[in-house]
């Protein structure tokens, strides 16, 4: 292994961070994680912290999951790589396959097409969506609606679909054909409502006029996040979602669940379409399905949609989407593992008790900063606190201050995530209260030192 010396010194010099400028990684040399246990994280200086970040929302068992280490090990030694490309397949993806449909068998969903990731499986998700209104004789039907606010992943396609300026203003043009409907996001929004019920329905009623507007028959899909996630953690009134699929219904357009931090138990529920009672077209998956030990997605597909691309007699519904990391057997075995934990755990359960504590914590914390313009929370383990400078003017808080306390909230035990002017918190489901604790006392220092 490399000395201190050399890994600090050659910190961000030769690499370019994702989500970073390449100029403030080399200013501000990232945190260097040597290891982890349970759910924490251990950096170069051995300061260990609470991960309340849970990896990049993925690592729900925690970083000690032994039966998917094991897993990963024992397929790594039997198969370590074989393509499932027309004609080939794998024992553990056959099996994994036969598991995902029947935990998914509430939501609808039956079959699988896998990925290397969140990116590739919205990609996935367009593309059939398409292809499912061609093989039907829609031709037309080519646009997609999404949420502002929603995150889709950093593929071009999803990046059209996205809701958030950062990360499409330097890479348009982007994919013609993309439209965008308010998100239900209270503190703010363009009707100035604060009730969420209210605002839901306005929400919904945007989005019917676009539809009307653009032409039903010309749209292929909606796709949106349960609860958006990474735009800031943005859980929409119970009645949102719903009415999102009693639209899509009325005006046959397609609705991709954009399941990637939602799936496998973080809202409480084992979904975030279940959490609310819908069940969508197509949930694109990836993050937790193998806890994040391994680059894996997985789109699920309803039964419906794939009685039409089974049904076909044309040749329309060949696919010609596939990725070579599709069904990896190594992915596979981690996922069986994975998900086997992941209900014998009941990870949700322990989702929504240590959701409930974590968002009364930074009810706590807003009554007494007044730096913490909004908290969001109270759907299992995903949470954020909107840091604004004014609480009446709400203008976010400068980002040095903001960096300022992450920085201080690390040095306290909690490694936490800044996005825009919001702190995001999506620890393992597999946290303990104690530990869901110092979370909440590391940011209470966070925001006492500014
Ligand atoms: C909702 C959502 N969709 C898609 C993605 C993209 O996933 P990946 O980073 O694995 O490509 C993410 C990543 O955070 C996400 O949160």
């Excluded at 403030?24 to 246990?37: F, H, V």
């Excluded at 019920?197 to 028959?217: H, R, V």
């Excluded at 993050?287 to 007699?313: H, M, R």
């Excluded at 604790?437 to 500014?450: E, K, Q, Y």
Aim: a negative charge.
């Amino acid at each position: 292994m490399k000395s201190e010396n050399f890994l600090k010194e050659n910190n961000a010099r030769s690499l370019w961070h994702p989500m970073a400028h390449p100029a403030d990684s080399i200013a501000n040399p990232p945190e260097i994680i040597m290891k982890a246990e349970g759910v924490k994280i251990t950096d170069i200086n051995g300061h260990q912290t609470v991960d309340a970040v849970g990896g990049l929302w993925n690592v729900n068992l925690g970083y000690s999951c032994q039966p998917v280490k094991q897993a990963i090990s024992e397929q790594l030694n039997k198969l370590p790589y074989y393509s499932i490309f027309r004609g080939t397949t794998n024992d553990v993806i056959i099996e994994l396959s036969e598991m995902l449909r029947d935990f998914f068998e509430p939501d609808g969903l039956s079959r699988a097409f896998y990925t290397s990731g969140g990116s590739d499986s919205i990609e996935i998700a367009l593309r059939l969506a398409r292809q499912y209104h061609k093989i039907r004789g829609e031709a037309g039907r080519v646009k997609y609606l999404s949420l502002k606010k929603g995150y889709h992943g950093t593929h071009t396609g999803g990046a059209s679909v996205n809701g958030n300026a950062n990360f499409r203003t330097q890479y348009e043009p982007l994919m013609p054909g993309c439209y965008h409907i308010p998100a239900p996001y209270t503190y703010r929004n363009p009707f100035n409502e604060t009730d969420p019920q209210k605002l839901a329905q306005a929400c919904l009623s945007a989005m019917e006029d676009e539809i009307k507007f653009q032409g039903a028959e010309t749209i292929a899909a909606m796709v949106m996040e349960p609860i958006l996630g990474a735009g800031g953690v943005i859980p929409p009134h119970e009645t949102f979602m719903p009415g999102v699929r009693a639209l899509c219904d009325k005006y046959g357009i397609l609705l991709i669940a954009d399941e990637v931090i939602t799936a496998f138990g973080r809202t409480g529920s084992w979904s975030g379409s279940r959490h609310w009672g819908v069940k969508p077209d197509f949930m694109c998956t990836a993050k937790a399905i193998t806890n994040g030990y391994f680059p894996f997605g997985a789109v699920l597909i309803s039964d419906q949609i794939a009685e039409i691309f089974e049904g076909d007699k044309t040749g329309k519904a060949a696919i010609g989407s596939g990725y070579t990391y599709s069904g990896h057997p190594v992915g596979a075995a981690a996922a069986i593992a994975c998900l086997k934990e992941t209900v014998s755990l009941k990870v949700n359960d322990n989702a929504s008790a240590r959701g409930e504590q974590l968002f009364a914590g930074i009810n706590a914390l807003k009554t007494k900063h007044g730096i913490i313009g909004n908290i969001r929370g109270g759907h299992g383990l995903m949470c954020a606190l909107e840091l604004v400078s004014d609480k009446t003017s709400k203008t976010p808080i400068d980002k040095a201050t903001i960096n300022n306390i992450q920085k201080t909230a690390y040095e306290s035990g909690a490694m936490v995530r800044v996005s825009g002017n919001n702190i995001i918190l999506s620890p393992p489901l597999i946290i303990n209260e104690d530990e869901t604790d110092i979370i909440i006392s590391a940011l209470d220092t966070g925001f006492g030192s500014i």
